[in-house]
């Protein structure tokens, strides 16, 4: 079973800056697009930003211009910069992974690591 790693969560003030990675624990299967959701306190999880192999990017509307996604030279390994931090940043944060695995469909979600921002 593959795990997804994240780091780099925490907390910050508005204004600031932070920079989250992940990773999967075993590269057994072909990578499509990897990226990251977020859910708010009370609310429903939403997307932030997607990358595919190809190097395409999809933001959500609140990301653009002050979040930036990217991935290492290997493509495993997949970063989102978050500058400009707001209060309503505050979320945990999902890493995602699409891919396939023998021709079959798979989905990967880390487990969240919590992003605070303080006024």
């Known amino acids: 079973q593959v795990q997804l790693a994240e780091s780099g969560g925490g907390a910050a003030q508005a204004g600031g800056s932070l920079r989250l990675s992940c990773g999967p624990s075993?590269?057994?299967?072909?990578?499509?697009?990897m990226g990251w959701y977020r859910q708010p306190p009370g609310e429903e999880r939403e997307l932030v930003a997607l990358?595919?192999?190809?190097?395409?990017?999809t933001y959500s509307n609140f990301a653009k211009g002050r979040f930036t996604i990217s991935r290492d030279n290997a493509g495993n390994t997949v970063n989102l910069q978050l500058n400009d931090l707001k209060p309503a940043d505050t979320a945990i944060y999902y890493c995602?992974?699409?891919?396939?695995?023998?021709?079959?469909?798979?989905?990967?979600w880390g487990h969240g690591t919590q992003v605070t921002v303080s006024p």
């Open positions: 990358m595919d192999t190809a190097g395409s990017t």
């Open positions: 995602y992974y699409k891919g396939t695995y023998y021709g079959a469909h798979v989905e990967y």
């Open positions: 075993a590269n057994i299967f072909k990578i499509n697009t």
